[in-house]
């Protein structure tokens, strides 16, 4: 292993046993907070949705991706061990294993020890549509949908980027799925502010996708899960989603559990038809929550484990 293979280890290990801390400093916090206040700007810029959307995508990303390089260079010139650490931090703060983890068990134990109520109030800390009068049984489906989906967006994503291009690729990536994640809705708040970021994010995603599909594929052969539904459901409802990206992950996850995902939902007010992905052999239960979990530290081990495999026999 090169010295950048263990620091991704490294940054691999310090998502898995720290998680996201919600008082540590964290790019992504302050994305948001830099996406909300340009935001607040819209009114008093006299230009079309889209090109405020424009400006507002490249000056995210251009900044994400500059002040990473800066921090960067001025931990090069102080040591190597610095430039080291900095780059590993950096690094870790662009997965979600954990932290993802962390939100779908919560809400995982308030349905088996919570009210209904709470539980709605818990999911929806964690996904972007209405909660207020969700089921137990679309509570599950919101938490899996959203587990299933972030292993390509919140982990394998910018594991590739960092792959290629060390944390300043992996930041400007997290960049781009910010914005996706705040401005990128298909309703009418957002659909030209969103435009440039939803197409971007579906852009920088495609192989992504598809390299989780692969290993989340090839995880479920190493679970008690009904593997060969999930190869089924993965290959035909992979493109069942308003993103070409989206349901690649969802489709397996949704075979694998027998269940179906997807559908219309009501996102900040307004009614989002959506194509549904899988088979609606059973409701879904509250298990099924800790097991696409366990789906999802598979698959992150796949790919880690390829690429080193990968590299050792081709040598790149």
Known sequence: MLQTDWLILGALVLDWLLGDPYDWPHPVKCMGNYITWFNSLRHRIPVSGYIFGFFLWISTVGLSVFLTWLILEIAKSLSVYVFSIVWMYLAYTCLATKSLALEAQKVYSTLLEGTLQEARQQVGMIVGRDTSELTSDEIVKATVETVAENTSDGVIGPLFFLILGGPIWAIGYKAVNTLDSMVGYKTEKYREIGFVSAKMDDLLNLIPARLTWICMLLGTCLTNLDWQSAWKIGWRDRYQHASPNSAFSEAVVAGALGIK????????????????????????????????????????????????????????
């Open 261 to 316: 995902l997807g559908g219309p939902h009501i996102y900040h007010g307004q009614w989002v038809e959506k194509p549904s992905i899988g088979e609606d052999r059973r409701p879904a239960r509250a298990k099924d929550i800790p097991a696409t979990v366990h789906l999802l530290y598979l698959t992150v081990c796949i790919f880690f484990i390829s690429y080193l495999l990968l590299r050792f026999f081709f040598d790149f």
